[in-house]
T-cell receptor, first 116, second 114 residues
Framework: AQSVTQLDSQVPVFEEAPVELRCNYS??????LFWYVQYPNQGLQLLLK??????LVKGINGFEAEFNKSQTSFHLRKPSVHISDTAEYFC??????????????FGQGTTLQVKP | GAVVSQHPSRVICKSGTSVKIECRSL??????MFWYRQFPKKSLMLMAT?????????EQGVEKDKFLINHASLTLSTLTVTSAHPEDSSFYIC??????????FGEGSRLTVL
């Protein structure tokens, strides 16, 4: 079984400042890791994913995340945020290889509030 | 990119009525679709896995007689909330799995039960 913990429920930050949204996971098997963004009253949009290979993953909208197996973390970062980045961000995990059923386990979400 | 459409995007109904929400994969075939429920300020909770041509697999604690799922074709899955009550009010999101294994999410359907 897998679980995901997003350590911060809300992250306020000023425009053009850097931001890090933290995510830790727990799993007895290897996993795939994802970050999704959700704007108000909308579905989910994939920001980036880690499947294998390089532990630094670059996604859309200038976001990147680093997979750290020893710390079981997959923190999301952006060097300079914009007002338009204000949204809910979800970290998610799914099983790897034959354990990948397509089911995603989501973290609790982090609200990123970008202030002018 | 691949698109998943949900309909309706918003629905308001009276308590005791049933509501059907559709999830369609518009440009790919999806043998597997997933239904999630999202409470306000909360994460997404997986309700069930919908497999084309077979019965849905429900997560623990989800009432299968309450939330009926039908996956009649490779591009359509439906979620019917039967005898809806105010506590069923929520944001329901589906995702569809392409043959590559990639998942695509719908825009969500907000159900309000009066």
């Amino acid at each position: 079984a897998q679980s995901v913990t997003q350590l911060d429920s809300q992250v306020p930050v000023f425009e053009e400042a850097p931001v890090e949204l933290r995510c830790n996971y727990s799993s007895s098997v290897s996993v795939y890791l994802f970050w999704y963004v959700q704007y108000p009253n909308q579905g989910l949009q994939l920001l980036l994913k880690y499947l294998s290979g390089s532990t630094l993953v670059k996604g859309i909208n200038g976001f990147e995340a680093e997979f750290n197996k020893s710390q079981t973390s997959f923190h999301l970062r952006k060097p300079s945020v914009h007002i338009s980045d204000t949204a809910e961000y979800f970290c998610a995990v799914s099983g790897y290889g034959s354990s990948n059923t397509g089911k995603l386990i989501f973290g609790q979400g982090t609200t990123l509030q970008v202030k002018p | 990119g691949a698109v998943v459409s949900q309909h309706p995007s918003r629905v308001i109904c009276k308590s005791g009525t049933s509501v059907k929400i559709e999830c369609r994969s518009l440009d790919f075939q999806a043998t597997t679709m997933f239904w999630y429920r999202q409470f306000p300020k909360k994460s997404l909770m997986l309700m069930a896995t919908s497999n084309e041509g077979s019965k849905a697999t429900y997560e623990q604690g989800v009432e299968k007689d309450k939330f009926l799922i039908n996956h009649a074709s490779l591009t359509l899955s439906t979620l019917t909330v039967t005898s809806a009550h105010p506590e069923d009010s929520s944001f329901y999101i589906c995702s569809a799995r392409a043959h590559t294994g990639e998942l695509f999410f719908g825009e969500g359907s907000r159900l309000t039960v009066l």
